[in-house]
């Protein structure tokens, strides 16, 4: 059972600090890796992908991704109250299909 | 994203009711997905159609039933369901080449049984 998993929160953090949220997988197989960001009542929506080991920064967000250890995590930067969202994790399995964590919540209070 | 659209967005229906989800997709991919989303649970893939494979979970019920006439349009079929069925079914689309594998989501449909 490949699994992906994720604190579920909820990450409490203040205007304008860094939100960190973290999440391993358990294929060492897998080579993509996906951030998504879901408001309440909503569909997820694609906010960063990562392939290779390190860092990609996009804004406010950066991704980092060491496969060795099998963790991903996203941080983002000058955190804002329109932030607060469940955050979600997801590693491919095989060539069609992405394994989902259960997301860790996100609130950026004011 | 206004490149997946689903409707309806809402639907209320009965055990015995025979209803269907529609999802099209505007972004010239050609590999659909449908997924469940229930309270405090991963997202859980229900069935894949790509160019490489069709995949299904073996865990759903045949109660769903999926369609796909072609790379645009995917249908979910729903017959007798139950009320634990209650969820929102998202649909999504992925481009299909490989070493692709962003998926793009619709709205979603959020689905009650009574």
């Known amino acids: 059972q490949k699994e992906v998993e994720q604190n579920s929160g909820p990450l409490s953090v203040p205007e304008g600090a860094i939100a960190s949220l973290n999440c391993t997988y358990s294929?060492?197989?897998?080579?993509?890796f996906f951030w998504y960001r879901q408001y309440s009542g909503k569909s997820p929506e694609l906010i960063m992908s990562?392939?290779?080991?390190g860092d990609k920064e996009d804004g406010r967000f950066t991704a980092q991704l060491n496969k060795a250890s099998q963790y991903v995590s996203l941080l983002i930067r000058d955190s804002q109250p329109s932030d607060s969202a469940t955050y979600l994790c997801?590693?491919?399995?095989?060539?069609?299909?992405?394994?989902f964590g259960k997301g860790t919540m996100l609130l950026v209070s004011p | 994203e206004t490149g997946v659209t689903q409707t309806p967005r809402h639907l209320v229906m009965g055990m015995t009711n025979k209803k269907s989800l529609k999802c099209e997709q505007h972004l010239g991919h050609n590999a659909m997905y449908w997924y469940k989303q229930s309270a405090k649970k991963p997202l859980e893939l229900m069935f894949v159609?790509?160019?490489?494979?069709?995949?299904e979970n073996n865990s759903v019920p045949s109660r769903f039933s999926p369609e796909c006439p072609n790379s645009s349009h995917l249908f979910l079929h729903l017959h007798t369901l139950q009320p634990e069925d209650s969820a929102l079914y998202l649909c999504?689309?992925?481009?299909?080449?490989?070493?692709?594998?962003?998926?793009?989501f619709g709205p979603g449909t959020r689905l009650t049984v009574t």
């Open positions: 997801a590693v491919n399995v095989g060539y069609s299909t992405l394994t």
């Open positions: 999504a689309s992925r481009a299909g080449d490989r070493g692709s594998f962003e998926q793009y």
């Open positions: 990562i392939y290779s080991n």
């Open positions: 159609y790509s160019l490489e494979e069709r995949v």
């Open positions: 294929d060492r197989g897998s080579q993509s």
